[in-house]
């Protein structure tokens, strides 16, 4: 059951927000002990799984970074005090060791909040920003472009995660699309400043299509890519879409402790 799952994960996210919030680094025993008290029974009983427990500590990291929000909102005028802030923010959460089925199907792999920090600069969001994100996950990118003042809409596949989203962005647009018809089935599309993602790698041509035919003109999209999609040869085929400002490379590993 998708929404009482995501209920549990979400009454387990408060509490390890606050361990967040005393910088205390949340060690397998800690996390198993809320979530067995939220689930009401235990992972070897199979009230949760490990994947259920990256969720919610993913969760308490977009409240963590929320009850930052005045500071992280400086981001553009302290890039790297603010990068620094939140690699130590993720560094405190558990490395992502165990997949599952689901994920490894909808090729979820969520953006660290320091790297999401550098999309959210990359792509300028400024305060008013109409900005979507089509594959939102658990909202780490959203949560660091709405600091920086952006009206969101948020996208997400997975009913698990888009039940998290409820209880996290109650006030932003949601929907449940498949993020590469997103520009022909949301009645906004078109109006966005801004596409702020982290597509599946799988299919990648059609979601960054979609998400750049969702931008208003003179919209800008920011995606994380493969380094393979950074070829002449591929972003030439992209041109009639919209010019290529940039092309960062992120450091290697970089999402190592995401899986």
Do not use: K
Request: net charge negative; aromatic share 4%.
């Amino acid at each position: 059951n998708p929404a009482a799952t995501s209920a549990n994960i979400l009454a387990s996210a408060r509490p390890l927000a606050t361990h967040l919030a005393r910088s205390r680094t949340l060690d397998r025993g800690l996390v198993a002990g809320i979530m067995t008290m939220a689930f009401g029974g235990t992972d070897a009983e199979g009230a949760w799984c490990w994947r259920d427990a990256y969720d919610a500590i993913e969760a308490a990291t977009v409240l963590q970074i929320r009850r930052l929000g005045p500071q992280v909102g400086r981001l553009e005028d302290a890039p790297a005090e603010i990068t620094g802030l939140l690699a130590n923010l993720s560094g405190l959460g558990l490395i992502h060791s165990r997949r599952s089925e689901a994920q490894v199907a909808l090729d979820q792999f969520s953006t660290p909040p320091h790297l999401a920090a550098l999309a959210v600069l990359a792509a300028q969001v400024r305060p008013g920003d109409r900005v979507l994100e089509p594959s939102a996950g658990t909202g780490l990118l959203a949560v660091l472009a709405e600091a920086c003042g952006a009206a969101l809409t948020l996208n997400e596949i997975d009913p698990g995660r888009a039940a998290v989203l409820d209880g996290l962005f109650a006030d932003a647009p949601r929907s449940g699309h498949d993020a590469r018809y997103i520009a022909d089935v949301l009645a906004s599309a078109g109006g966005f400043d801004v596409v702020v993602c982290n597509p599946p790698f799988s299919d990648l041509d059609a979601h960054l299509r979609a998400a750049l035919e969702a931008l208003a003109d003179g919209g800008r999209l920011c995606a994380i890519v493969p380094e393979t999609a950074l070829s002449d040869v591929y972003l030439s085929g992209l041109s009639g879409s919209g010019r290529v400002v940039a092309a960062i490379v992120l450091p290697p590993r970089a999402f190592a402790r995401h899986g």
